[in-house]
């Protein structure tokens, strides 16, 4: 009965120790992805190769599973079949929930020519 007395109040301060750090503590990081990127011959497929390829050293799962583009990606993403997707700039705006993280590449809407001077 002494060491009830003794040490239950440790055993218990213990536990609510853990159970209160425990409240702080992320969960891990997933061990599989799925993204969604647009045609097999499109770059978009081949960008996500390279993604699987990198996150493979880490351990992590890529499954690239293709779509007919951007909308299809969205959709995808709103039902939770893709956790992440590559999607055109500009589409996708409205959808409250989706942030972009960055854009891989930049597509000029158009080139300049430089003009000659005429002396």
């Given at each position: 009965?002494?060491?009830?007395?003794?040490?239950?109040?440790?055993?218990?301060?213990?536990?609510?120790?853990?159970?209160?750090?425990?409240?702080?503590?992320?969960?891990?990081?997933?061990?599989?992805?799925?993204?969604?990127?647009g045609?097999?011959?499109?770059?978009?497929?081949?960008?996500?190769?390279q993604?699987?390829?990198?996150?493979?050293?880490?351990?992590?799962?890529?499954?690239?599973?293709?779509?007919?583009?951007?909308?299809?990606?969205i959709?995808?993403?709103?039902?939770?079949?893709?956790?992440?997707?590559?999607?055109?700039?500009?589409?996708?705006?409205?959808?409250?929930?989706?942030?972009?993280?960055?854009?891989?590449?930049?597509?000029?809407?158009?080139?300049?020519?430089?003009?000659?001077?005429?002396?």
């Amino acid at each position: 009965m002494d060491l009830v007395i003794t040490f239950g109040p440790v055993i218990l301060l213990v536990i609510a120790g853990f159970w209160f750090a425990y409240q702080f503590v992320a969960p891990p990081p997933p061990k599989k992805i799925v993204i969604s990127t647009g045609s097999e011959t499109g770059s978009y497929y081949k960008i996500a190769q390279q993604y699987r390829v990198e996150l493979a050293k880490e351990g992590i799962e890529l499954e690239i599973i293709s779509s007919s583009g951007s909308g299809e990606n969205i959709s995808r993403l709103i039902n939770k079949q893709a956790d992440i997707a590559f999607i055109q700039g500009g589409t996708g705006n409205n959808e409250p929930g989706l942030y972009s993280l960055g854009s891989p590449s930049v597509f000029p809407l158009k080139e300049e020519v430089p003009k000659q001077s005429s002396l």
